[in-house]
Structures are given as structure tokens and as C-alpha cells.
């Protein structure tokens, strides 16, 4: 049983979730270590990306060999994760995660709706995305 009290509406979080090669979808998961840990495929890292939105991924993504996207960028360098990442919002007062709202749900999906890829051309670091029809959707990011 789990050390962390939450009553039955926090033990569901409304989040996106970023599957490598496939577009973001919005689901409800477990709000647990368990749950978290089985999505990302391993032990759990937790990146800020926005106040009060925080991306969990698999903090040994990039020994694995995951697929890699950029999530952030900071001028001109980016935060870079691997593998499956879920975008939910965060609770500093309980150090735990909450449901995105409604407005922060639409907005990570549309911004993170689309699959990618990372590639290197004429020397400058790119990702170019993809809907689930293959449909290339190039962005420079550099």
C-alpha cells in the first residue's frame, strides 16, 4: 500500500502521453509509482517544463537506446528525453502530480500531438514530425 494518502479523485490523473512513433493521446492513468514506472518502461524522471507541468520520463531512456524528442528548448540548448514521456501538472504541496485541466490538457496535446524524430543536417541538430499518416511535417529548431 502506498505511504502517499490521496482520496479516490487523485487516484486517476488526466494526462498526455508521448509514445515514440505515434501521436500524443489523452488518457487517465494510475496515480502511482507503479503505474508511472510501467508507462515510461523503467525508473522515473521528473523534467520541469512549464510552471506547474512537469514531464515524467525514463531517467535511463538514453542507456536504453529509446527513440530520443526534444521537449524544451533554452536558446540554444534543449532538453532532450527518450522513449515514452507523460506530461501532467504538478503539486508542490503534496510532492506529487495532479490532472492537467482542461486548458492545459488541450494545450500539450496540440503541442505535443504530433510523433518526431531527431536528425542532423548541414550540421544543425532538427526534429521532424509526423501524424500517425506518415505525413512529414518538417521544424527546424536550430
Do not use: W
Amino acid at each position: 500500500m502506498e505511504t502517499n494518502m490521496m482520496d479516490n479523485a487523485d487516484r486517476m490523473l488526466r494526462a498526455v502521453i508521448c509514445r515514440p512513433g505515434e501521436n500524443a493521446t489523452v488518457e487517465n492513468i494510475d496515480n502511482s509509482l507503479a503505474s508511472l514506472q510501467q508507462l515510461v518502461e523503467g525508473y522515473i524522471e521528473v523534467i520541469p517544463l512549464d510552471p506547474g507541468i512537469v514531464a515524467i520520463c525514463n531517467e535511463e531512456g538514453s542507456f536504453r537506446g529509446k527513440p530520443c524528442r526534444i521537449i524544451r528548448e533554452f536558446g540554444v540548448n534543449r532538453a532532450v528525453v527518450f522513449g515514452t514521456f507523460i506530461i501532467v501538472a504538478s503539486d508542490p504541496t503534496h510532492a506529487g502530480f495532479r490532472s492537467l485541466s482542461e486548458e492545459q490538457t488541450m494545450e500539450y496535446s496540440d503541442r505535443f500531438h504530433d510523433a518526431e524524430f531527431i536528425t542532423k543536417v548541414n550540421g544543425r541538430i532538427h526534429a521532424v514530425g509526423y501524424d500517425a499518416s506518415g505525413e512529414s511535417l518538417f521544424k527546424a529548431l536550430s
